[in-house]
């Protein structure tokens, strides 16, 4: 079972609000992961940590932004929402070098209206 | 490049064998995953291949690597009603994990 958490796991909300996704886990991984799915299915890593103050972004270009000043919280902000938004979001982390496997969390579904 | 692919879709009747594909660009990959996504869920871990291994058999599941194509699949066996879902291959790479495309699998009864 994994220990990674996603709140909320549905919101909806109107544009132009400032929302914040949390991911925490309890397995004391150093490597998180913030994924967007699209309805088609196709996952796109939007952002990355190495460790405690260590972010990147990653391969599709995303207006949400990450912090991570603990180990084990990984939030995803988005300063101002619109509908292009709207989509799946999907928190993972790892631990340590070469094999370890991904959890993930439940995600959470934005819409935004 | 980083792309994964992967068909889109397929379909199978109960019973019968599934064969997902996957292709991937880089061949420094060591590491290269399954995973299943059931509807309104996270991912989770099916099995995993190193990149020295042709094989790997975990029940009903099989895995091969041609590592020359840069070819993986899975395959599952006597497929159930209960497999429907999405797969996705996954690799890592400079420690980012990179997902295919995602097959969606259907199982007629």
């Known amino acids: 079972e994994a220990d990674i958490y996603q709140t909320p796991r549905y919101l909806v909300i109107g544009t132009g609000k400032k929302i914040t996704l949390e991911c925490s886990q309890t397995?004391?991984?150093?490597?998180m992961y913030w994924y967007q799915q699209d309805p088609g299915m196709e996952l796109h890593l939007i952002h990355y940590?190495?460790?405690?103050?260590?972010?990147e972004k990653g391969d599709l270009s995303s207006e949400s932004t990450v912090s991570r000043i603990r180990t084990e919280h990984f939030p995803l902000t988005l300063e101002s929402a619109r509908p292009s938004h709207t989509s799946q979001y999907l928190c993972?982390?790892?631990?340590?070098?070469?094999?370890?496997?991904?959890?993930f969390g439940q995600g959470t579904r934005l819409t935004v209206v | 490049g980083e792309d994964v692919e992967q068909s889109l879709f397929l379909s199978v009747r109960e019973g019968d064998s599934s064969v997902i594909n996957c292709t991937y660009t880089?061949?420094?990959?060591?590491?290269l995953y399954w995973y299943k996504q059931e509807p309104g869920a996270g991912l989770q871990l099916l099995t995993y291949?190193?990149?020295?291994?042709d094989m790997k058999q975990d029940q009903r599941l099989t895995v091969l690597l041609n590592k020359k194509d840069k070819h993986l699949s899975l395959r599952i066996a006597d497929t159930q009603t209960g497999d429907s879902a999405i797969y996705f291959c996954?690799?890592?790479?400079?420690?980012?994990?990179?997902f295919g495309t995602g097959t969606k699998l259907q199982v007629i009864p």
């Open positions: 993972a982390s790892r631990a340590g070098q070469g094999y370890t496997e991904a959890f």
């Open positions: 397995m004391g991984h150093d490597k």
């Open positions: 940590s190495y460790g405690v103050n260590s972010t």
């Open positions: 880089d061949s420094s990959s060591t590491y």
């Open positions: 291949i190193f990149s020295n291994m």
């Open positions: 996954a690799e890592i790479l400079y420690q980012k994990v990179t």
